[in-house]
């Protein structure tokens, strides 16, 4: 005896289709930068910073120092402090990288009133030079800028330790604060977008400032 269609079929009809379900569209992959050391400096030996050859402790190229004051910092016992010369100086390196991320490690407790790790820097005129920083007060950072004279902060501040390794990346118009290795601040900004000095600055007012690890990198 013939079996009736069940309740799914009728005669002579195909089964249906069940109903189909969009998945959802899957997250761009992350563009991970690949980086490169341009040039580094563990501070080894005593002396000036003038005219001194990076040591290259962490990699890269060979690079020279120079100092828009003599005798601002100095190397001691392999570590960057101030020098004889209370005034307020930038010691540099010549760079062009725009893809950049700049480090330092803050070596011991820093009771100066102001010092600066520079990423990008346009030109030695103060006054005109557009400029990417972290700033450092006593033992705090965050991120700043400088264009044309005027100084601005980009990020909130965060306490640093004797031992942390501080780093400010950019990439295109994307900023970071990074402290050993946690990105603590993203921010999104376009000011300076070009480059050709970077290293450190400091303020005059003196105290204890004791740094190792410089390093720049390019990313691509």
């Keep these: ?86 005034a307020s100086a930038l010691t540099y390196v010549p760079t062009t990288a725009t893809n950049i991320c700049a480090s330092i490690r803050v070596n011991a407790s820093t009771t100066a009133s102001a010092w600066y790790l520079i990423a990008m820097r346009t030109n030695l005129v103060s006054g005109s030079a557009l400029q990417l920083r972290a700033v450092f007060t006593n033992m705090s950072v965050k991120l700043g800028k400088v264009i044309n004279g005027t100084a601005t902060y980009l990020s909130g501040r965060h306490t640093v330790t004797a031992g942390d390794l501080v780093q400010v990346e950019k990439v295109g118009s994307t900023i970071k604060l990074i402290i050993n290795g946690v990105t603590l601040e993203t921010v999104t900004d376009s000011s300076v977008t070009s480059n050709a000095y970077a290293g450190i600055a400091n303020s005059s007012g003196g105290g204890t400032l004791t740094l190792d690890d410089f390093k720049i990198e390019f990313g691509a």
């Design 1 to 86: 005896m013939p079996v009736a269609p069940g309740p799914e079929l009728s005669a002579g009809s195909a089964p249906k289709q069940g109903n189909r379900i969009a998945s959802a569209t899957p997250p761009a992959a992350e563009v991970l930068t690949i980086w490169t050391a341009i040039t580094s400096d563990g501070f080894s030996g005593d002396g000036s910073m003038a005219s001194r050859a990076a040591d290259l402790a962490g990699g890269g190229s060979a690079a020279t120092w120079a100092e828009t004051v003599a005798n601002a910092v100095a190397t001691s016992g392999g570590k960057l402090t101030f020098g004889s010369n209370l």
